[in-house]
């Protein structure tokens, strides 16, 4: 037969040192989650901030091109969308989330490649 006190020596000794290793066994998850939160997910806050940031800024005067390539001035503007002149007497009535940049600049945000 066992010893009782020592079994239960053992068995307490097993249990801690299974806690440092479930901790050890955690690290490499936390690891690849900081990592993921570095490279993914700061850069696509910031990109969201700065898109968030122009749209709010529309102004009526303003020479802009569309997300889908549509180009304008914008003669009113709404909570939700605003209206383009795309010719003389033509006015469209698009998304504020469609307006991708102002005319002869950059787009606010470099379109991303979908590789299919």
Avoid: C
């Amino acid at each position: 037969m066992t010893d009782w006190p020592h079994s239960f020596f053992v068995v307490a000794q097993a249990q801690t040192g299974g806690l440092q290793g479930q901790l050890i066994a955690l690290f490499p998850f936390v690891l690849i989650v900081g990592i993921f939160y570095l490279l993914v997910l700061m850069p696509m806050r910031k990109r969201q901030k700065k898109v968030a940031t122009f749209q709010s800024g529309l102004k009526v005067g303003d020479k802009v091109i569309t997300t889908g390539g549509l180009f304008g001035q914008v003669t009113r503007v709404s909570n939700d969308s605003v209206q383009l002149q795309v010719a003389d007497k033509v006015r469209v009535e698009v998304a504020r989330s469609a307006v991708g940049g102002y005319q002869g600049q950059d787009p606010v945000v470099e379109q991303q490649s979908g590789g299919l």
